[in-house]
Structures are given as structure tokens and as C-alpha cells.
């Protein structure tokens, strides 16, 4: 017979008395099968212990938490968006450098920076389709682009001559308490008036900049014909959004004292033509001139 099916008894005695405590009668292969049996119940129940419960943080090498993964795709989620407002705002950053002296492509890009771009799923065109050929009132806005295009720079020229260089409303109704000192770097003029007073556009133009910076708070920048551009720093609140369209007189913003460089309610004008700064005060009311 073989061993592992050869009955055995095993008998536990008292050391002391030799009296008989337990018996254990069986086979090598039952009592085999029993502690594999309980082995593999200790395995599962360990393995339920951890895995269902947070001592799998405690225990598991190198586990990470779910709430932890949930923080970390929040994280990485938040750093693409601010990865990717931060480049745009470069863009519109240097777009703002060029359109302060007067390019009309910077400008464009401003006007446009509200519209959302098209997603990947519409653009779906391959180069060499059918589609991207030139019909013919393409071709003929082409021949009249390069046409115009010939006296492109003689047209820039007369229109620089007969550009004003001034403006037709005031930017405050109030006093002028500082005038512009370019050797300070102080490149406007500041105006006192009641706190909350309108503040108007001192022409027709398009909002290319309305936003809130550290030193200069509530500032709003609009683009007027003729490479013009009037700055408004330190108000209490926006009227107007990037790209609007505004006119001479109307009200933009609100007075304020907003920004580290403010020290007091007050509106700090700028006044630029074709990129360089301008002392505005000869087209400010009498009165209102330092």
C-alpha cells in the first residue's frame, strides 16, 4: 500500500500524567489536502483584507490612492490649461507690442483672439483635396488683392498725411493732477474726478486689450484709426470686452484705484501714435490742463 494512503494515528500525551489528549487518525494525502486547503483560505482572506480595505495604502509597496490619481489628473488637467493660457497670453502679449505701433496683422489677431479656433474633427481637409482648389471668385478677389497691393504704400503714405493725431472727446470729466514726464517713465497724464465716474473712449475704435494687471489694475486699450491707441490704467471696473467696438464718447470703464501703483482714485491716460507716447493735454479742455 502506499504511503500516502497508509492510515496513521498520531496521539498527543500530558508529559506529566501520560495521559492520552488527542488523537489525529488519517492518510499523509487527507492531512495534506487540509493544509492546502487552509493555506489557500489564509491566501484569499489576506488578499480580500488588503485589496478591499485602505490598508492596501499601508501595506502594498509603491500603491498609490485613488484619491490621490483623481488629484493628479485634476493637476495635470489644470497645468494643460494654464500651460495653454499662458502661451496665448504671450501671443497676445507681443500682439499688443505690435498693434501699440500700428500693425493692422497684430491688430487683426487681437480682434480675433475672442473667436474659439475650429476643432481637430473640422479639420479634416488633406492636402491635394478638391476642396482647397481656388474657385473662381477666389481667383478674381486674388487679381484685385494684387492690383490694389500695387499702390499699397502710396495709399499708407496719403493716409499718414491726412491722420489726426489728436482726439474729439475727453477721456474724464475731472482735473489733471500730473502731467506726463517721459524722463520719469511716467507716459500719460493722471485725472482726478468722483470715484465711479464714467470714463469714455476719446474716439471711435476697437478694444484690444481689457484685462487686470498687478501694478496697473483695471486697464483697458483701444485701437483708433490713423495708429492711434488710448490707454486707461487703474479703474474700478470694465465696461467693455476684448474686440468690441466702441465710440467716441462712450463710456468704457468705470473710475477707480485699483493696482500696486495707485495711490488714489484716479484714471492714468495714455495717448499713442504710430507706437510712440504723446503728451494728450492739447486736446484736453482748458480747464481741465495742469
Same mark, same amino acid.
Given at each position: 500500500m502506499s504511503k500516502w494512503k497508509?492510515?496513521?494515528?498520531?496521539?498527543?500525551?500530558?508529559?506529566?500524567?501520560?495521559?492520552?489528549?488527542?488523537?489525529?487518525?488519517?492518510?499523509?494525502?487527507?492531512?495534506a489536502s487540509w493544509l492546502a486547503i487552509a493555506f489557500a483560505i489564509a491566501i484569499a482572506s489576506t488578499y480580500l483584507l488588503v485589496a478591499q480595505?485602505?490598508?492596501?495604502?499601508?501595506v502594498v509597496p509603491g500603491y498609490v490612492a485613488e484619491s490621490t490619481r483623481q488629484d493628479m489628473r485634476e493637476t495635470r488637467a489644470m497645468?494643460?490649461?494654464?500651460?495653454?493660457?499662458?502661451?496665448?497670453?504671450?501671443?497676445?502679449?507681443?500682439?499688443?507690442? #505690435?498693434?501699440?505701433? +500700428?500693425?493692422?496683422?497684430? !491688430?487683426?489677431?487681437?480682434?480675433?483672439?475672442?473667436?474659439?479656433?475650429?476643432?481637430?474633427?473640422?479639420?479634416?481637409?488633406?492636402?491635394?483635396?478638391?476642396?482647397?482648389?481656388?474657385g473662381e471668385g477666389e481667383l478674381a478677389l486674388r487679381d484685385d488683392i494684387d492690383n490694389e497691393d500695387r499702390f499699397a504704400l502710396q495709399r499708407r503714405a496719403e493716409d499718414r498725411a491726412d491722420s489726426p493725431l489728436g482726439f474729439t472727446y475727453m477721456p474724464l470729466v475731472g482735473a489733471v493732477s500730473d502731467d506726463l514726464d517721459l524722463g520719469l517713465g511716467h507716459l500719460g497724464v493722471d485725472m482726478v474726478g468722483p470715484e465711479g465716474a464714467a470714463i469714455q473712449s476719446v474716439d471711435d475704435g476697437s478694444v484690444?486689450?481689457?484685462?487686470?494687471?498687478?501694478?496697473?489694475?483695471?486697464?483697458?486699450?483701444?485701437? #483708433?484709426?490713423?495708429?492711434?491707441?488710448?490707454?486707461?490704467?487703474?479703474?474700478?471696473? !470694465?465696461?467693455?470686452?476684448?474686440?468690441?467696438?466702441?465710440?467716441? +464718447?462712450?463710456?468704457?470703464?468705470?473710475? +477707480?484705484?485699483?493696482?500696486?501703483?495707485?495711490?488714489?482714485? #484716479?484714471? #492714468?491716460?495714455?495717448?499713442?501714435?504710430?507706437?510712440?507716447?504723446?503728451?494728450?493735454?492739447?486736446? !484736453?479742455?482748458?480747464?481741465?490742463?495742469?
Amino acid at each position: 500500500m502506499s504511503k500516502w494512503k497508509h492510515r496513521l494515528k498520531v496521539t498527543v500525551f500530558d508529559e506529566s500524567s501520560y495521559s492520552e489528549i488527542r488523537v489525529f487518525r488519517g492518510t499523509p494525502r487527507q492531512w495534506a489536502s487540509w493544509l492546502a486547503i487552509a493555506f489557500a483560505i489564509a491566501i484569499a482572506s489576506t488578499y480580500l483584507l488588503v485589496a478591499q480595505t485602505k490598508l492596501r495604502e499601508w501595506v502594498v509597496p509603491g500603491y498609490v490612492a485613488e484619491s490621490t490619481r483623481q488629484d493628479m489628473r485634476e493637476t495635470r488637467a489644470m497645468a494643460d490649461s494654464l500651460s495653454s493660457l499662458l502661451r496665448r497670453q504671450e501671443m497676445t502679449t507681443l500682439a499688443l507690442r #505690435h498693434a501699440l505701433s +500700428g500693425d493692422s496683422a497684430a !491688430l487683426a489677431f487681437l480682434q480675433a483672439a475672442a473667436t474659439p479656433s475650429p476643432s481637430e474633427s473640422e479639420l479634416t481637409l488633406e492636402y491635394g483635396d478638391p476642396a482647397l482648389e481656388p474657385g473662381e471668385g477666389e481667383l478674381a478677389l486674388r487679381d484685385d488683392i494684387d492690383n490694389e497691393d500695387r499702390f499699397a504704400l502710396q495709399r499708407r503714405a496719403e493716409d499718414r498725411a491726412d491722420s489726426p493725431l489728436g482726439f474729439t472727446y475727453m477721456p474724464l470729466v475731472g482735473a489733471v493732477s500730473d502731467d506726463l514726464d517721459l524722463g520719469l517713465g511716467h507716459l500719460g497724464v493722471d485725472m482726478v474726478g468722483p470715484e465711479g465716474a464714467a470714463i469714455q473712449s476719446v474716439d471711435d475704435g476697437s478694444v484690444v486689450f481689457s484685462s487686470y494687471t498687478v501694478e496697473t489694475g483695471y486697464t483697458l486699450l483701444i485701437q #483708433h484709426r490713423g495708429e492711434r491707441v488710448s490707454v486707461y490704467k487703474h479703474c474700478a471696473s !470694465l465696461l467693455k470686452n476684448q474686440g468690441d467696438l466702441v465710440a467716441g +464718447g462712450e463710456a468704457v470703464a468705470l473710475l +477707480g484705484n485699483t493696482g500696486t501703483l495707485s495711490t488714489g482714485p #484716479h484714471l #492714468h491716460f495714455e495717448w499713442w501714435v504710430k507706437g510712440q507716447p504723446m503728451d494728450p493735454t492739447p486736446w !484736453l479742455e482748458p480747464g481741465l490742463q495742469p
